[in-house]
Nanobody, 123 residues
Framework: QVQLVESGGGLVQAGGSLRLSCAASGRTFTNYAMGWFRQAPGKEREFVAIINWTGDTTYYTDSVKGRFTISRDNAKNMVYLQMNSLKPEDTAVYYC????????????????WGQGTQVTVSS
C-alpha cells in the first residue's frame, strides 16, 4: 500500500521561502510521476506541479511558474517542492501525490494522496 508523508510546511512572511518534502513508501515509484496539489480554505483542491519518473520533465500551474520548483530523488523515494517568493494566496494545505499509471505525466492520473502539510503566508 502506498504511503506518502509530507513535511516542511509552516508559517512564513510574504516573500519568504519554504521547502516541502514528501517521503514515499510501499512500492517502487521510479516509473511513476509525482506531484503536488494544494487546497485553500473554502476552495477546491488544485494542481500545483508534476514531475515525471526521470525528473527531467516538469509542469506547473501558471500561478506558481518561476517561483516554485519540483524535484525528486528516486534513490530516496522523495519528492520536493521548493517555494520561493511566497504570497498570501499560496496559503493552503499542500498534498503530495503519485501517479496511478506508470509513464504518465497527466495531472489527472495523480492519486494516492498524503495527509498534507499546512503552509501559511502572512502579509
Amino acid at each position: 500500500q502506498v504511503q506518502l508523508v509530507e513535511s516542511g510546511g509552516g508559517l512564513v512572511q510574504a516573500g519568504g521561502s519554504l521547502r516541502l518534502s514528501c517521503a514515499a513508501s510501499g512500492r517502487t515509484f521510479t516509473n511513476y510521476a509525482m506531484g503536488w496539489f494544494r487546497q485553500a480554505p473554502g476552495k477546491e483542491r488544485e494542481f500545483v506541479a508534476i514531475i515525471n519518473w526521470t525528473g527531467d520533465t516538469t509542469y506547473y500551474t501558471d500561478s506558481v511558474k518561476g517561483r516554485f520548483t519540483i524535484s525528486r530523488d528516486n534513490a530516496k523515494n522523495m519528492v520536493y517542492l521548493q517555494m520561493n517568493s511566497l504570497k498570501p494566496e499560496d496559503t493552503a494545505v499542500y498534498y503530495c501525490a503519485v501517479s496511478l499509471r506508470p509513464y504518465s505525466t497527466y495531472a489527472s492520473d495523480l492519486g494516492s494522496w498524503g495527509q498534507g502539510t499546512q503552509v501559511t503566508v502572512s502579509s
